[in-house]
């Protein structure tokens, strides 16, 4: 049985979800491995939020010219504090989805 992301999300009824991915100094990864994923399971890429230092913002931007529905956020730098930036960016009670920067698929998913 195949199962997509997409369907794991509907599943749970978060209709309102957002995906967000820290990231920094890996625009070719991002690109060819999770921004295709995402876009191969139906993901609508408006949800899909990239959070980056500000240092890495213009590479990123130019990478993303075929993903322009992408938020892509100014963030910090390191990861610690990156995730920290993307928890006080959303309002309480937002489902957030947070997924590395290179994933390229998705074997097993588990509801626990």
Do not use: W
Not at 24 to 42: E, G, M, V
């Amino acid at each position: 049985m195949v199962f997509y992301l997409k369907d794991f999300l509907d599943i749970l009824y978060m209709e309102d979800y957002v995906i967000c991915i820290p990231s920094a100094d890996r625009d070719h990864i991002i690109n060819n491995k999770t921004c295709c994923f995402l876009r191969n399971q139906d993901i609508p890429m408006s949800k899909v939020y990239v959070f980056v230092p500000e240092r890495c913002y213009e590479e990123y931007k130019k990478k993303f010219y075929s993903y322009p529905e992408i938020n892509l956020i100014i963030g910090k730098e390191g990861i610690r504090a990156q995730r920290k930036a993307i928890s006080d960016y959303f309002n309480e009670g937002q489902f957030v989805v947070s997924m590395d920067d290179d994933i390229a698929a998705v074997n097993e998913l588990k509801y626990v």
